[in-house]
């Protein structure tokens, strides 16, 4: 059973380029979260997917950021016109959803604005 | 407000110094503690999960446990490979997305 799996692993943008993130949560897993981190800092919540629901997106800047997770397929983070204080790690999770249910982390992706 | 905290924000330890890491809490209706390990340039990498005070958690020489307010890693004679950043998290009381604390960057030294 693979993990959690994201990619791509790196990824280079130019400023005001579009950033698509995928994010293939563990088999069986029907919930999903976006995490942020900057180097040397914490781990800041972005949003909390169930699929095709948006449960909470509460860290997620209201412009140029969205996200889905679809019926069918990954879920995608979209960075639109990328500036470089974009750039840092973006890490997924998946979970089964019940509140106490564990959540397993993909190897994140990590994004470079230049 | 639901709040993680974690503390200290980092430990030097000598190899076999044994020492413990705190989280505190303030979530209403705590439904799982979290406890992750991760490494630079990594994602977190689960290590426990504790759902009621006075529970128990072993794992090598990593023992987790939980009170109604925080919880502890206790690290038992350390070796460097365990040198990484613990985070622990809680989901939050109302829409049950994952809360980290900032966590506690280790370091072992031989």
């Known amino acids: 059973n693979a993990g959690v799996m994201q990619n791509p692993r790196h990824l280079v943008r130019r400023r005001g380029q579009e950033a698509r993130l995928r994010c293939s949560p563990m088999k069986g897993h029907s919930h999903v979260y976006w995490y942020r981190q900057l180097p040397e800092e914490g781990l800041k919540f972005m949003v909390y997917l169930q699929k095709e629901n948006i449960i909470d997106e509460s860290g997620m800047p209201k412009e140029r950021f969205s996200a889905e997770f679809p019926k069918e397929g990954p879920s995608i983070l979209r960075i639109q016109q990328v500036v470089r204080g974009d750039s840092a790690a973006y890490f997924c999770?998946?979970?089964?959803?019940?509140?106490?249910?564990?959540?397993?982390f993909g190897q994140g992706t990590r994004l470079t604005v230049v | 407000e639901d709040q993680v905290t974690q503390s200290p924000e980092a430990l030097r330890l000598q190899e076999g110094e044994s020492s413990s890491l705190n989280c505190s809490y303030t979530v209403s209706g705590l439904r799982g503690l979290f406890w992750y390990r991760q490494d630079p340039g990594k994602g977190p990498e689960f290590l426990f999960t504790l759902y009621s005070a006075g529970e128990e958690k072993e794992k090598e020489r990593l023992k987790a446990t939980l009170t109604k307010k925080e919880s502890f890693l206790h690290i038992t004679a350390p070796k460097p490979e365990d040198s990484a950043t613990y985070l622990c998290a809680a989901p939050g009381s109302n829409t049950g997305k994952l809360i980290f604390g900032q966590g506690t960057t280790l370091q072992v030294k031989p």
């Open positions: 999770a998946s979970s089964q959803g019940d509140r106490g249910a564990e959540a397993f």
